[in-house]
């Protein structure tokens, strides 16, 4: 009896090698199809559009969508295993269309929206809503890949350059600078200076939402409210930080003159872009939690004690 009682525990696990075998083996040929497919685009990608100064953003988000993936690929594979077949056939295609469109017409914005679809749809397929729900976020952070449209960017650029201009000027002359303003052409002392498409902050803008969105999801406060001001407050911080970057940049121009305000301190203005924007996350992240965050810890403790 004990031998064939051994017998009958030890043939389930025999059982279950093949599956994992051939699920392993499925898992490993999509990640081969999803390298050949997409190593090109953001190989090109690195090559042209990642060159710029107002895309160079591009690389850094394809590596951390990677490392969302990698942080969540435990969760992905052990979640059940409930195939909508249907869906993730229909998603997978729209991708796959994205994709041939995109890269037949030269169209960035299809091209480089394509994975997100592609990827539901081979999870939806592969393993159901549950897997989706793990990955929501990594596949949520792939539009921060995604270059900003040309037409986007001429609508936008114009009334940016603009606020700018007027924030700058009525900043700098409550300072008692002798400052003036005409147009997006800013007059200080004997200086002119051209508030140019770069500085619109709109590229900026768009990497420091990203940048924001991540320090969220990372946080995970456990207050809606607390999330919901994060979450309205990125584009007003990103464009504040822009504001003091242009702002430093007049200054520096005023006492340093022209060559040093295009030369070298005008890429060390784009680093303290980003350290503004970083500090204004964190401030704001610090006075919520601590204002909210007690409301958050006490419907945490609520909805895992029931009887409370």
């Known amino acids: 009896m004990n031998g064939s009682e051994g017998v009958r525990v030890n043939a389930p696990s025999a059982q279950m090698r093949p599956g994992a075998a051939s699920a392993k083996a499925a898992w490993a ?8 497919m997409y190593l090109p685009t953001y190989w090109e990608a690195a090559g042209s559009t990642w060159q710029s100064e107002d895309d160079a953003h591009g690389a850094l988000m394809v590596l951390i969508v990677l490392w969302l993936f990698w942080r969540e690929h435990t969760r992905i ?3 059940p295993t409930v195939p909508q077949h249907f869906l993730g056939g ?6 796959v269309l994205f994709y041939v469109y995109g890269r037949a017409l030269e169209s960035r914005t299809f091209e480089f929206l394509s994975p997100a679809l592609v990827v539901t749809g081979i999870l939806l397929v592969l393993k ?4 989706l729900a793990a990955a929501w976020f990594a596949i949520f952070y792939i539009l921060f890949t995604i270059p900003l449209p040309p037409v986007l960017v001429d609508t936008l650029t114009g009334p940016l350059k603009q606020w700018i201009s007027e924030f700058v000027e009525v900043v700098l002359y409550a300072a008692g600078y002798p400052i003036a303003r005409n147009g997006v052409t800013i007059t200080i002392g004997q200086y002119q200076l051209l508030v140019a498409d770069a500085c619109s902050g709109l590229h900026s803008m768009f990497s420091l939402s990203a940048i924001g969105t991540l320090f969220m999801y990372l946080m995970k406060r456990a207050s809606r409210l607390h999330n919901v001001l994060m979450l309205l407050a990125i584009l007003p911080i990103a464009f504040a930080a822009n504001v003091v ?3 430093v940049l007049v200054l520096i121009t005023y006492y340093l003159g022209d060559e040093a305000g295009q030369g070298f301190l005008h890429g ?15 401030v ?15 419907r945490a403790a609520a909805a895992a004690d029931p009887a409370r």
């Open 284 to 298: 704001l992240d610090h006075v919520l939690a601590a204002r909210l965050g007690g409301r958050g810890r006490d």
């Open 245 to 247: 970057r242009v702002i």
């Open 77 to 79: 594979l052990e979640s």
């Open 90 to 95: 229909a998603v997978f295609a729209l991708g």
């Open 268 to 282: 060390a203005a784009g680093i303290l872009l980003m350290l503004v924007a970083l500090a204004g996350f964190l």
């Open 29 to 36: 040929f999509v990640l081969l199809g999803l390298v050949a």
């Open 128 to 131: 159901g809503r549950n897997a």
